[in-house]
Structure formats: structure tokens, C-alpha cells
């Protein structure tokens, strides 16, 4: 069983801050691209940070130099440290892991997705 598990939302008024984690967990080779998605309310899923295991990144222009993507290759982990928060950032937060596992003898490569955890924005 493979999984990531995302924690660190909840409400915050404009202009503050939150850290978002994700951990991923099982018989995990490698973890290769990882990438934090968001779906506010009645819009489409969109991308918000991705970062390579050689820690390249890449960011929405709607969140560059506000937020910032970070991982520990050896736990497993990426953070999302959300600065300067607005409105508009409210959504679920998704934690997408891009890895290779292993089962039954056999090598598996997958997009494994968190549940989501909710960013309100609000004043």
C-alpha cells in the first residue's frame, strides 16, 4: 500500500501564513517529481508548485515569491510554506508524488495523490 497523506491547512486570515506537509508512506523506491495542486470551488484543479528530487522548482505565477516548495528525499517529505496568503488562495491542497513502488516482486511507477486538505482564507 502507497500512499501520501497531506496535513497543515486550516483558516487564516489574509495576509498570514500556513505550512502544508505531505508524507509518503509503503514500499516506496524512489519519489521522483512532487507537486502541490489546488481546487478552490467550482473551478478546475490547478498546478501550484512541482519539484524535482534534484530539488528543481517550478511555481504558478499567481504564487511565485509567496510560496515556497521543499522536500527531505530521506523522510519521505514535501512542505508548502504559503506566505502572504490572499482570498484567492483558498482551496483543498493536494499532495502529488510521482514515484516508483514496488509488489509482488514487480516495480510500479504511479501519480499518487493526498486526499486534500482545506486553505480558508478569511477575514
Known amino acids: 500500500q502507497v500512499q501520501v497523506v497531506e496535513s497543515g491547512g486550516g483558516l487564516v486570515q489574509p495576509g498570514g501564513s500556513l505550512t502544508l506537509s505531505c508524507v509518503a508512506s509503503?514500499?516506496?523506491?524512489?519519489?521522483?517529481?512532487m507537486g502541490w495542486y489546488r481546487q478552490a470551488p467550482g473551478k478546475e484543479r490547478e498546478l501550484v508548485a512541482t519539484i524535482t528530487s534534484g530539488g528543481r522548482t517550478n511555481y504558478a505565477d499567481s504564487v511565485k515569491s509567496r510560496f515556497t516548495i521543499a522536500r527531505d528525499n530521506a523522510k519521505k517529505m514535501m512542505s508548502l510554506q504559503m506566505n502572504s496568503l490572499k482570498l484567492e488562495d483558498t482551496a483543498v491542497y493536494y499532495c502529488?508524488?510521482?514515484?516508483?513502488?514496488?509488489?509482488?516482486?514487480?516495480?510500479?511507477?504511479?501519480?499518487?495523490w493526498g486526499q486534500g486538505t482545506q486553505v480558508t482564507v478569511s477575514s
Open positions: 502529488c508524488a510521482h514515484l516508483t513502488y514496488t509488489t509482488g516482486g514487480y516495480y510500479y511507477h504511479k501519480d499518487s
Open positions: 509503503g514500499s516506496i523506491l524512489s519519489l521522483n517529481d
